[in-house]
């Protein structure tokens, strides 16, 4: 199991997942990195929905964006 022994490979070829066998050492602390960063490019993105979404025609009945929604929030406000 494991598919055979290491076999020998060009040291002059760059790849940008590491080449062959790569096991980096800071591979936790690399994928932490990562995935911060996608989450805060994913609350931006979110963020900017929520204050830019209009909706033309009210829904009939609750919908979910409307609790987060910018058109929604500010009617609720002028009514209480």
Same mark, same amino acid.
């Given at each position: 199991q494991g598919g055979g022994a290491r076999y020998p490979? @060009? +040291? &002059?070829v760059w790849t940008p997942s590491g080449g062959w066998w790569s096991r980096p050492a800071n591979w936790k602390s690399n994928t932490a990195i990562t995935f911060v960063g996608i989450l805060a490019v994913a609350y931006g993105v979110w963020t900017v929905s929520a204050e830019r979404e209009v909706r &033309?025609? +009210? @829904?009939d009945r609750p919908i979910p964006s409307m609790m987060w929604a910018k058109q929604f929030r500010d009617h609720e406000a002028k009514e209480t």
């Open positions: 490979y @060009p +040291k &002059h &033309h025609i +009210k @829904p």
